[in-house]
């Protein structure tokens, strides 16, 4: 791998290494990664899962990782080197010099990175004007209700306990479009957090605990959901990275909090696209070097997941954004049939998927600890028969499919 494309796929490393070592740095990357560190921080954080006991135990556990600890202290470096550069983060390097980062303080350090970030001067970027569709349930089909049941539920839930935290809150993805699959569709959901509640340590609290409960939502619907909510802030729209939530989404999504117009200034976002599909990449890469073929429930959705999207990211990778619905057909353009083998299977599957029952009384359970309820649920279905095994699948040569695959993208991608 030649040195362009280790900055590509390693930024971390690379601009970690330059200002340690006194090198050249450019100062707009710093910039956009800070901002791309602190959205995966902030997302962290809201979904409970700031660790790996905090993401199933919470809010029993609300723990801080050694690995979330390292990256809000990598953060400060960054911030460091901005602020000699004349940007300043004065305000967040003061609270570094006068308090410890721990698991209780940490919403203070987020908040006042994103205040500092909010203030600094950076390139001005292309405007553009979203008008969002309002979510309305009776577009649905009556004879889904029941199964609907939850995203009712959610959008009640979200314009009673959320509206004062949220510019919007999106519905997006197959429940969106109506063109969802019973069992194998998840509930997919964007939020766009008010300045002031980032502004404001004690309300992000309360936020997070709000958006913890609202989780047993996601799981009525997928049993399996391997994510919480999408995050953006109200300070994203103003230097905005399509890798967060790219506009084209904006088409097919419904606005819970009614008919909005959002106004966006975009900036680059390709080195943040590449560096998204190659997680994908390694992903597939590491799971067939390590002869990973035993894969439970929970792992296995998880698999087919990153199956789906990886059109989608190859696509935004080489500088396309466009609905995953229709990524598809454009992205198996540039393969050959024998490649794409891997998603029309898994395209396949998705139409006959098929789901064991419920252990009894999940719901109950996940009304105090919904990751915690479905993960047991999983963990039970694994024991007695597994979603592998009923829906026939060959987890190896899934696999070994998508390796070959990811490889030849990765090779057709142009930094």
């Known amino acids: 791998m030649d040195k362009k494309t280790k900055l590509y796929v390693d930024r971390k490393t690379f601009i970690l290494d330059s200002i340690k070592n006194g090198k050249k740095t450019e100062?707009?990357?710093?910039?956009?990664?800070?901002?791309?560190?602190?959205?995966?921080?902030?997302?962290?954080?809201?979904?409970?899962?700031?660790?790996?006991?905090?993401?199933?135990?919470?809010?029993?556990?609300?723990?801080?990782?050694?690995?979330?600890?390292?990256?809000?202290?990598d953060m400060r470096i960054i911030a460091g080197f901005l602020n000699e550069n004349n940007h300043d983060f004065s305000g967040t390097l003061n609270l570094f010099k006068k308090n410890k980062l721990n698991a209780g303080n940490a919403p203070l350090f987020i908040s006042s990175f994103y205040k500092d970030f909010s203030n600094i001067k950076k390139p001005e970027g292309k405007c553009k004007k979203i008008k969002c569709k309002k979510f309305n349930f009776n577009d649905y089909n009556k004879e889904d209700s029941k199964y609907l049941e939850p995203v009712l539920e959610l959008n009640s839930f979200a314009k009673d306990k959320l509206n004062g935290y949220l510019v919007d809150?999106?519905?997006?993805?197959?429940?969106?479009?109506?063109d969802y699959i019973k069992g194998w569709s998840d509930l997919d959901t964007l939020?766009?957090?008010?300045?002031?509640?980032?502004?404001?340590?004690?309300?992000?609290?309360?936020?997070?605990?709000?958006?913890?409960?609202?989780?047993?939502?996601?799981?009525?619907?997928?049993?399996?959901?391997?994510?919480?909510?999408?995050?953006?802030?109200?300070?994203?729209?103003?230097?905005y990275c399509q890798a967060f939530f790219p506009l084209q989404l904006f088409k097919y999504s419904k606005s819970v909090f009614g008919n909005k117009i959002l106004d966006f200034k975009i900036r680059?976002?390709?080195?943040?696209?590449i560096n998204r599909f190659y997680f994908f990449v390694d992903y597939f890469k590491n799971l067939y070097e390590n002869e990973i073929f035993n894969l439970g429930s929970y792992e296995l959705k998880n698999f087919f997941h990153a199956i789906t999207l990886f059109p989608t990211?190859?696509?935004?990778?080489?500088?396309?954004?466009?609905?995953?619905?229709?990524?598809?057909?454009?992205?198996?353009?540039?393969?050959?049939?024998?490649l794409w083998e891997p998603i029309d299977a898994v395209s396949k599957i998705r139409k006959d998927w098929k789901t064991p029952n419920e252990i009894p009384f999940v719901d109950r359970i996940s009304g105090m600890n919904p990751l915690f309820a479905y993960q047991i649920n999983s963990r039970y279905w694994d024991l007695f028969n597994g979603i592998g095994r009923l829906n026939n699948i060959d987890i190896k040569k899934l696999l070994t499919q998508m390796s070959l695959l990811a490889e030849n993208a990765w090779n057709k991608i142009k930094i």
């Open 191 to 239: 939020i766009i957090i008010k300045k002031s509640v980032l502004g404001d340590a004690e309300l992000l609290i309360s936020l997070r605990d709000l958006l913890y409960k609202s989780k047993k939502y996601f799981y009525k619907i997928d049993p399996l959901q391997h994510h919480g909510h999408m995050a953006i802030t109200e300070h994203d729209l103003d230097y």
């Open 169 to 178: 809150f999106h519905i997006h993805g197959s429940i969106a479009t109506k």
């Open 27 to 73: 100062e707009v990357m710093a910039i956009n990664f800070l901002q791309d560190e602190l959205h995966d921080v902030l997302y962290s954080y809201i979904n409970g899962g700031f660790s790996k006991k905090g993401f199933i135990f919470y809010p029993l556990v609300k723990d801080l990782s050694g690995k979330n600890k390292n990256r809000i202290n």
């Open 268 to 273: 680059d976002g390709r080195m943040e696209n």
């Open 313 to 338: 990211m190859y696509l935004q990778a080489k500088g396309v954004h466009i609905y995953k619905k229709f990524s598809f057909a454009m992205a198996k353009e540039d393969f050959g049939k024998k």
